[in-house]
């Protein structure tokens, strides 16, 4: 069993982000404090410009809060609203991000993309390598892993880009709107791929859905409203 399992790896305390003064100030983000530990899903669920956006961008570090504290994986990386560490530094170690679309480099292949989140850390190219076909594996690619990407179906594409997102072994798994481009069947897919990484990895991770099909996946269900964060419970909402 990973020794992460059941830690506290993300911790947000009083997190808000404001757009705008006088008239046009937007409150995109409300003052929000929640954990994700490791070892769990947790789907992030909302309608269009409810925060969900927001609040993935200010925990993945890209885009800076007016205010709140943010913790990974007991490192403080913004305290106040302010970062106190070094941000690029912290996403490298700690973070992994999947968009909506799989955003692989399309003159590398599954393997090559992998490999070169190790490899731009100062990983050798064979353990890179060794690292990135044994993960591309796990994750049923083992015959594709050397096709390049506009050779790969949707869903492959998506296994790379989820491969590459835990390649680090991240404590953090972001991912917005990741099975919106794929069908029912490919969308359970990689939901069921985030579920077995988070839970084998170590990994909290956290999925903006619009799909309620797959939140049976699912350890916690947070909903956003008005900027406004509030747990829901999985049973009611998978009935």
Do not use: C, W
């Amino acid at each position: 069993m990973n020794e992460r399992l059941g830690k506290t790896v993300l911790h947000v305390e009083g997190l808000s982000k404001v757009y705008g003064e006088g008239p046009t100030r937007l409150e995109a983000l409300k003052p929000t404090t929640f954990d994700a530990v490791a070892g769990e899903v947790v789907a992030i669920l909302g309608p269009s410009g409810s925060g969900k956006s927001t609040l993935l961008t200010i925990a993945g570090l890209i885009n800076p809060p007016t205010a709140g504290s943010l913790t990974l994986n007991g490192k403080l990386a913004i305290k106040d609203g302010q970062p106190v560490a070094n941000l690029s530094t912290l996403r490298r170690q700690e973070l992994g991000y999947v968009f909506q679309r799989s955003n692989l480099i399309p003159f590398l292949n599954g393997e090559e993309n992998v490999r070169l989140a190790l490899e731009i850390d100062g990983v050798s190219t064979r353990e890179a390598r060794e690292r990135a076909r044994t993960l591309l594996d796990s994750l049923g690619m083992s015959g594709r892993m050397t096709a390049m990407p506009a050779k790969l179906s949707g869903g492959e594409q998506q296994r790379v880009a989820i491969a590459r997102a835990m390649i680090h072994q991240p404590s953090v798994v972001l991912a917005d709107e990741p099975t919106a481009a794929l069908d029912s069947s490919r969308g359970r897919q990689v939901m069921e791929l985030f579920r077995d990484s988070a839970h084998e990895h170590g990994a909290a991770v956290l999925v903006v859905t619009h799909d309620h099909r797959t939140l049976d996946l699912v350890d916690r269900v947070l909903e956003m409203e008005d900027g406004v964060l509030a747990e829901q419970d999985v049973a009611a909402r998978t009935t």
